[in-house]
Each structure stands twice: as C-alpha cells, then as structure tokens.
C-alpha cells in the first residue's frame, strides 16, 4: 500500500462512492480501478488528474500527504491546484499566524506546502488581523528597512496576482531569490517590476514563473530597541560593498589575461 492507495481509498469512502462508480467515472475498469486502491500499479496522468478534479484535492497531496490526518474541511483551497493546510485556530476560532524564522527560511521554498512542515512552526494570534491567512516571515539584509534583523513582516496571503496593487509592499516568496520585502511597481506580459524601500537597489523584474506565493504587508513586529533606519547610511554602505565587488571582478579579470 502507497500514501496514494491510502488516499484515494478514504476519499472514496468520504463520498460513499463504490469502486464501480468512481471507475466509471475514470473510464477505466473495475478492476483497473481496484489495482490502484491495492497499490499494486499507479494511475496515468490523465487518470490522476481526473481524480484529482473528483475529489477536489491537488495531486500533490494525493501523492504526498497522508490526508486521513488532517480534515478535509479544514483544507485552504488555493490557485494553481495547490493546498495550504492546515489552517490553525485558536479556541476563540481565531486564525494562528505561522512564523518563519530567519534560519528556516531557506527550508520554507521545499516546505511551505509540506503540513507537517508547516504544523512544525511556532505561531501566535493578533486578534486585529482577521479575514485572511497571515504568515510572518523573518527580515534580514539591508534591502528590507524599515525591517532590520530580528523583526517580523506579517503578511496576508494574495489569490490572484491581478489583485497586488502599485506601490504597496508585498512579501515576495520566489524558486531563485527565496523571500523578500519589496514594493509593486507595475506587471508586464510573463513578469512583475518590484523595488525596495532602500534607493540604492534598482527596481528589477521576478518572472512570473519563479513565484511561488505573495503575501500583501499586514503589520510588522519590530525588535525592542527598533529605531527609524537612516536610509543614507545604508546607501553608503552599499556603496562600498558594490565597489569591493567590482575591484574584486576586475583583479579577476586582469589575472586570467596574463
């Protein structure tokens, strides 16, 4: 048996449909049907995403989570065929805020449609932030102000990508810069133009390919000795650091020539 026999034979038995039934709606055999519920062959792509589109359950949790753990009524219904689950409350019914830490924040690229993964994170309710999923993420680097290390972004969970609006800041979660505090500029035809709050970085594009959740600014949770960044300082900073990189590029350079 596989989590997915596992999976299919529960889901089956939720909506108190028989092996024939279900496989007529497949198009397949009984028998065909059976062999999977058995574990003993696997569906082709077409038959799994029908199941799938059936049961109102992506394909990677019928493969990957074992779904008699958590209820189905629970379940955070996403676009693009992917779930967010669970969504854990308070006794006041209230929703619980995971919080990403800085040292898991790399993990959070393979783990953030992972339950157990997600059940794993610390949590906390604000009771003022409500009609949404939030997660907080934790800022690091000098492109985030007015976030320094040690702080908190608190974000709410965006559906629709039509729905970011120019100039607020958003939580970017991407397969090739992880996650990042930046600012809507504006969205091209495969791509999205986004700048930080600190002028000395550029605004630059994120390909829509590379995204893989967006969370619009919700509050912010700032370390006890928070004062207002000074923009300028971080600018010079960065200034230095760029340079160091150029002299570094062109020793490079002159080196492999000789």
């Known amino acids: 048996m596989s989590i997915f026999s596992d999976n299919i034979r529960f889901l089956r038995a939720k909506k108190m449909t028989t092996q024939q039934e279900l496989a007529d709606t497949l198009i397949i055999t009984r028998s065909r049907y059976v062999s999977y519920e058995d574990g003993r062959s696997e569906p082709p792509y077409d038959v799994l995403i029908t199941m799938s589109k059936f049961f109102h359950i992506s394909i990677d949790l019928l ?9 189905l009524e629970e379940m955070m219904n996403l676009p693009d065929n992917r779930i967010v689950l669970p969504i854990i409350v308070d006794n006041l019914g209230n929703n619980s805020i995971e919080i990403i830490p800085q040292k898991a924040s790399m993990g959070y690229l393979s783990g953030y449609s992972d339950p157990e993964y997600i059940e794993s994170l610390q949590r906390i309710s604000l009771p003022f932030l409500t009609n949404g999923k939030y997660r907080a993420f934790a800022a690091q680097g000098d492109s985030m102000p007015p976030f320094k290390d040690g702080s908190f972004i608190i974000g709410k ?3 629709d990508i039509e ?7 958003y939580i970017f979660v991407t397969l090739n ?3 990042s505090y930046k600012r809507f500029k504006g969205q091209k035809k495969r791509a999205i133009e986004v700048s ?3 002028s000395f970085y550029k ?4 390909p829509l390919s590379e995204i893989v959740e967006i969370w619009q600014y919700a509050s912010g949770i700032f370390p006890e000795d928070f004062e207002p960044d000074n923009f300028d300082n971080y600018n010079l900073k960065d200034m230095f650091l760029e340079i160091r990189k150029d002299i570094k590029a062109l020793d ?7």
Do not use: Q, W
Not at 63 to 71: E, F, H, Q, S
Not at 163 to 169: H, V
């Open 203 to 206: 605004p630059y594009e994120i």
């Open 63 to 71: 493969l990957t989570v074992d779904i008699r753990k958590y209820p």
């Open 157 to 159: 969970y965006v559906e």
């Open 252 to 258: 490079n350079k002159v080196s492999n020539s000789k």
């Open 163 to 169: 729905d970011l609006k120019i100039n607020k800041s």
């Open 196 to 198: 930080a709050d600190n």
């Open 177 to 179: 810069d992880g996650i």
